[in-house]
């Protein structure tokens, strides 16, 4: 993903170089966006929730969603998680409710200093709730997988992860 990232990057700013007139401006103030504090909790199982801490109300996305372990009554951050972007309530729940795929979507505006174009990335990854990690990160074109009865989340007939080879803990 950081690969894709970065080829975007330079992509746009060759863009950007190459079509002199479309400059992107250090003058242009960006958008103030509505993100307000918000908690709220989306239960998974009798040991897990998701608390998102934000929500941005222009662009109707969650953000900063933290893991509660609810019988230790710890809420814990996703080690490895894209904490600047954001995502809606739709957890897809492994069969185990071990592992739950969440949205990790990048949504804002460019400014050309004649329009603003808004740009939506829509990225997902699987989250280990007992080892509160990302163990699939940035995924783009497997988002619309399902979870198996096997733990594995498999999108077109190919398995993308294997959630059965972890040992519980």
């Known amino acids: 993903m950081k690969v894709n990232m970065l080829l975007a990057a330079i992509v746009l700013g060759m863009s950007i170089y190459c079509f002199g007139d479309n400059k992107v401006s ?12 918000k908690d709220t909790v989306v239960n998974v199982s009798e040991h897990f929730a998701i608390l998102y801490r934000k929500y941005d109300n222009d662009f109707k996305l969650w953000y900063n969603p933290y893991i509660i372990r609810l019988k230790e009554n710890d809420t814990v951050k996703i080690a490895g998680f894209s904490y600047e972007n954001g995502g809606e309530l739709d ?6 409710k071990r592992f739950v795929v969440l949205d990790n979507i990048i949504k804002g505006y460019v400014e050309d200093g004649v329009e603003k174009i808004l740009h939506e990335n829509y ?15 940035s995924m783009q074109t497997h988002c619309g997988g399902e979870w198996d009865e096997d733990d594995r989340w498999v999108d077109g007939g190919k398995i993308i992860f294997d959630g059965s080879l972890l040992k519980k803990k």
Do not use: A, H, N, Y
């Open 91 to 96: 957890l897809r729940i492994s069969p185990s």
């Open 26 to 37: 250090s003058d242009i103030q960006p958008r103030q966006s509505k993100i307000e504090s």
């Open 123 to 137: 990225l997902c990854d699987i989250i280990d709730l007992e080892q509160s990690t990302v163990v699939v990160g």
